[in-house]
């Protein structure tokens, strides 16, 4: 049956190729590789190390909080666009055999039903995840132009003094470029990445569904659907570990660096009053928001494609295998002593993703933050 399971990641591939870092189809003219760095050195990457070079020329903990929050933020971006540099071309293949895949077409209207129930909230979290990102970099942008004095929305190091106003809006109108691009290709690729581990997760789940559906499958031709659907499930989790490559040091550093930003951005927000200035605390507690949705996110998506994995067993054995033949019935055996290892996401090869991996990770930077209290008595 025609029905397009891609259609919830096509925003997304649309915002990832107007910054450069994907192509649809075949490269023509320069290499796909070449335009992304032609875009991203001189904004993405310089704005970084920019970030870095004005947290080492600070002088307290307070200067420097004020910058690391964000640099920490842009060097887990830039782990995440290296990332999707080096595996595009696996990327795009992946995609492309979801498309046209002849094992990935759906077949019944219930399956059509399910796919669409399953990524019925997708939409609604990348629009309410990007959107209150982008809400506090403008936010930011706009609060600074109703200052007395001269102050940019996210300091970073310049070579010439920008508290000068004939220097403050060359530095101003950098960032007005520099970080809309970073926030919506951090946001995009965070969605991105959490689109692929929940389009696996309905993969399984529509295994499942298939392996339910034996029940009602002519004796005669349970061997060739049995067959059918271990191919499949093989070939999904052939793509899982692809996926798993994609995406596991960014996820890595992500997890790691937030432990950091939260604690920073905490800091930040108890030195600051709501009476004496609320929309700088609004801003802060909304940043504080993302970097939380930032990290929940895959863990979550993650976990959900273990969960699904663990439920085949289940489904294999209420197959109703006791009916079929001895030969079924041994080869769905092997099929449920074949899933008795889930598939589990790894992070650079050091941890579990998952929802324990969330907590940990909340508990770290509470951690963190009341030692950075301590120390700073």
Same mark, same amino acid.
């Given at each position: 049956?025609?029905?397009?399971?891609?259609?919830?990641?096509? *925003?997304?591939?649309?915002?990832?190729?107007?910054?450069?870092?994907?192509?649809?189809?075949?490269?023509?003219?320069?290499?796909?590789?070449?335009?992304?760095?032609?875009?991203?050195?001189?904004?993405?990457?310089?704005?970084?190390?920019?970030?870095?070079?004005?947290?080492?020329?600070?002088?307290?903990?307070?200067?420097?909080?004020?910058?690391?929050?964000?640099? &920490?933020?842009?060097?887990?971006?830039?782990?995440?666009?290296?990332?999707?540099?080096?595996?595009?071309?696996?990327?795009?293949?992946?995609?492309?055999?979801? $498309?046209?895949?002849?094992?990935? $077409?759906?077949?019944?209207?219930?399956?059509?039903?399910?796919?669409?129930?399953?990524?019925?909230?997708?939409?609604?979290?990348?629009?309410?995840?990007?959107?209150?990102?982008?809400?506090?970099?403008?936010?930011?942008?706009?609060?600074?132009?109703?200052?007395?004095?001269?102050?940019? %929305?996210?300091?970073?190091?310049?070579?010439?003094?920008?508290?000068?106003?004939?220097?403050?809006?060359?530095?101003?109108?950098?960032?007005?470029?520099?970080?809309?691009?970073?926030?919506?290709?951090?946001?995009? &690729?965070?969605?991105?990445?959490?689109?692929?581990?929940?389009?696996?997760?309905?993969?399984?789940?529509?295994?499942?569904?298939?392996?339910? $559906?034996?029940?009602?499958?002519?004796?005669?031709?349970?061997?060739?659907?049995?067959?059918?659907?271990?191919?499949?499930?093989?070939?999904?989790?052939?793509?899982?570990?692809?996926?798993?490559?994609?995406?596991?040091?960014?996820?890595?550093?992500?997890?790691?660096?937030?432990?950091?930003?939260?604690?920073?951005?905490?800091?930040?927000?108890?030195?600051?009053?709501?009476?004496?200035? %609320?929309?700088?605390?609004?801003?802060?507690?909304? /940043?504080? &928001?993302?970097?939380?949705?930032?990290?929940?996110?895959?863990?979550?998506? *993650?976990?959900?494609?273990?969960?699904?994995?663990?439920?085949?067993?289940?489904?294999?054995?209420?197959?109703?295998?006791?009916?079929?033949?001895?030969?079924?019935?041994?080869?769905?055996?092997?099929?449920? $002593?074949?899933?008795?290892?889930?598939?589990?996401?790894?992070?650079?090869?050091?941890?579990?993703?998952?929802?324990?991996?969330?907590?940990?990770?909340?508990?770290?930077? /509470?951690?963190?933050?009341?030692?950075?209290?301590?120390?700073?008595?």
């Amino acid at each position: 049956m025609s029905f397009d399971t891609l259609q919830n990641s096509r *925003a997304l591939r649309r915002i990832l190729s107007s910054v450069a870092l994907w192509t649809e189809g075949e490269e023509r003219g320069l290499p796909a590789i070449v335009v992304s760095l032609l875009v991203h050195v001189p904004l993405t990457f310089s704005y970084t190390i920019l970030m870095w070079m004005d947290v080492y020329g600070s002088v307290d903990l307070t200067q420097a909080t004020d910058v690391l929050y964000i640099a &920490l933020t842009e060097t887990a971006l830039v782990v995440k666009i290296l990332s999707l540099l080096y595996h595009r071309k696996m990327a795009r293949r992946m995609f492309d055999e979801w $498309q046209s895949g002849e094992q990935f $077409q759906l077949q019944s209207p219930q399956e059509i039903w399910m796919w669409k129930h399953s990524v019925s909230s997708f939409r609604i979290v990348s629009f309410l995840y990007i959107g209150c990102s982008f809400s506090f970099v403008g936010c930011e942008f706009v609060v600074v132009l109703f200052l007395n004095g001269y102050k940019l %929305p996210f300091p970073y190091w310049t070579p010439f003094n920008w508290n000068q106003p004939i220097y403050y809006w060359f530095a101003y109108f950098y960032e007005v470029l520099a970080m809309p691009l970073t926030c919506i290709s951090n946001c995009t &690729l965070d969605m991105w990445q959490c689109y692929i581990m929940l389009h696996l997760a309905i993969c399984y789940r529509l295994i499942g569904m298939r392996l339910h $559906q034996l029940n009602n499958k002519p004796s005669t031709n349970v061997t060739q659907v049995i067959v059918r659907i271990v191919q499949f499930e093989q070939k999904v989790k052939s793509m899982s570990k692809q996926c798993e490559r994609i995406v596991s040091y960014p996820i890595l550093a992500q997890i790691l660096l937030s432990v950091l930003i939260l604690c920073f951005s905490l800091y930040r927000l108890q030195n600051v009053s709501f009476l004496d200035d %609320p929309g700088n605390f609004i801003s802060l507690v909304q /940043y504080a &928001l993302c970097m939380t949705m930032q990290i929940f996110l895959p863990c979550y998506y *993650a976990n959900k494609l273990t969960v699904e994995t663990l439920r085949l067993m289940d489904c294999a054995y209420n197959c109703n295998w006791m009916e079929m033949s001895t030969s079924d019935r041994r080869l769905i055996l092997l099929y449920m $002593q074949y899933l008795s290892r889930p598939v589990v996401f790894r992070a650079g090869k050091f941890f579990e993703v998952g929802l324990p991996v969330f907590t940990k990770t909340m508990n770290n930077a /509470y951690s963190f933050f009341a030692l950075l209290l301590n120390m700073d008595k």
